[in-house]
């Protein structure tokens, strides 16, 4: 492990993870911590050795000229960095890395041990997966939390998935069996459509993060970005009979199955939302 300068002294922190692989369809989740870093100038804190998680034949380390002439090498691995969001009253722990090839059980010990340093007691772990959501509709977002009241606040709705799980799954087991709060979110990307990026799921998990932690997210272009993704499949999708049929049923499904009282909730949920931002000042 690689520490920058020591661990800092944080303020109520709480840990916002992603990783790509498995996890990650579309990029949707580990955009989100790419975003945020952006956004926020997050500042490096740990970096894990990757020696000891990354089979380098499976996730090769890349070659990269950064001056043209300079060879620098940059290796699969893990990294914290540390965010301070503008006008909020809590630090955020940013993790975004590959999902490990080896050893998950010490590398989730290793992740644990870090929050348990730096003080966080919550964690939120975001992830993407193939589905049959039409994209010309909202992002589903099923999740999954260490306690079931925290469910009833966020309004979530539960996954009953069982099967093959990846990192992020028996990383939320982990860290909730040390005793710290813990939530998952995984937005829907339609299978159809699934190369990166996905700038609507990636929006849509943001603004659940922010009805969580009530700490303003910085959206900046995602919004513009999301309404021209959806542009774009949509005339990929009318050049295609089949596709655009194939969408169509997938909108009359989705349309049945969502009652009246679902839609009104998402509508008072944006609503509220978009009055605490209106406050802050920061609504776009």
Same mark, same amino acid.
């Given at each position: 492990?690689?520490?920058?300068?020591?661990?800092?002294?944080?303020?109520?922190?709480?840990?916002? +993870?992603?990783?790509? &692989?498995?996890?990650?369809? *579309?990029?949707?989740?580990?955009?989100?911590?790419?975003?945020?870093?952006? =956004?926020?100038?997050? !500042?490096?804190?740990?970096?894990?050795?990757?020696? $000891?998680?990354?089979? #380098?034949?499976?996730?090769?380390?890349?070659? =990269?000229?950064?001056?043209?002439?300079?060879?620098?090498?940059?290796?699969?691995?893990?990294?914290?960095?540390?965010?301070? /969001?503008?006008?909020?009253?809590?630090?955020?722990?940013?993790?975004?890395?590959?999902?490990?090839?080896?050893?998950?059980?010490? #590398?989730?010990?290793?992740?644990?041990?870090?929050?348990?340093?730096? &003080?966080?007691?919550?964690?939120?772990?975001? *992830? +993407?997966?193939?589905?049959?959501?039409?994209?010309?509709?909202?992002?589903?977002?099923? &999740?999954?939390?260490?306690? /079931?009241?925290?469910?009833?606040?966020?309004?979530?709705?539960?996954?009953?998935?069982?099967?093959? !799980?990846?990192?992020?799954?028996?990383?939320? @087991?982990?860290?909730?069996?040390? *005793?710290?709060?813990?939530?998952?979110?995984?937005?829907?990307?339609?299978?159809?459509?699934?190369?990166?990026?996905?700038?609507?799921?990636?929006?849509?998990?943001?603004?659940?993060?922010?009805?969580?932690?009530?700490?303003?997210?910085?959206? &900046?272009?995602?919004?513009?970005?999301?309404?021209?993704?959806? @542009?774009?499949?949509?005339?990929?999708?009318?050049? $295609? !009979?089949?596709?655009? =049929?194939?969408?169509?049923?997938?909108?009359?499904?989705?349309?049945?199955? $969502?009652?009246?009282?679902?839609?009104?909730?998402?509508?008072?949920?944006? #609503?509220?939302?978009?009055?605490?931002?209106?406050?802050? *000042?920061?609504?776009?």
């Amino acid at each position: 492990m690689i520490e920058f300068e020591g661990l800092p002294e944080l303020v109520d922190p709480v840990l916002i +993870a992603a990783f790509e &692989g498995w996890n990650d369809a *579309g990029e949707a989740s580990s955009g989100v911590i790419a975003h945020l870093e952006a =956004e926020w100038k997050a !500042t490096p804190l740990v970096e894990l050795d990757p020696e $000891d998680y990354y089979d #380098f034949q499976v996730t090769r380390p890349v070659v =990269e000229l950064g001056d043209g002439v300079t060879r620098s090498i940059t290796w699969p691995t893990t990294r914290l960095m540390l965010a301070r /969001p503008p006008g909020a009253k809590r630090d955020v722990v940013l993790l975004r890395g590959i999902e490990p090839n080896m050893r998950w059980r010490s #590398f989730c010990a290793e992740i644990v041990g870090l929050c348990h340093d730096l &003080g966080v007691d919550l964690a939120i772990l975001l *992830g +993407a997966l193939l589905n049959d959501s039409p994209h010309t509709r909202p992002v589903p977002i099923v &999740g999954s939390v260490s306690d /079931p009241g925290m469910a009833r606040a966020l309004n979530l709705e539960l996954t009953k998935y069982e099967g093959p !799980t990846g990192i992020v799954g028996v990383l939320q @087991h982990t860290l909730g069996a040390a *005793g710290l709060r813990t939530v998952s979110l995984w937005a829907s990307v339609p299978h159809y459509v699934a190369q990166p990026p996905n700038p609507k799921a990636t929006l849509a998990l943001l603004r659940r993060i922010e009805d969580m932690l009530d700490i303003p997210m910085p959206y &900046g272009d995602l919004a513009e970005e999301a309404r021209a993704w959806e @542009h774009g499949v949509d005339e990929l999708a009318a050049q $295609d !009979t089949e596709v655009a =049929e194939y969408v169509r049923e997938l909108e009359e499904r989705k349309d049945a199955a $969502d009652l009246p009282e679902a839609s009104g909730d998402a509508i008072a949920a944006e #609503f509220e939302r978009y009055l605490r931002r209106r406050d802050r *000042g920061t609504d776009r």
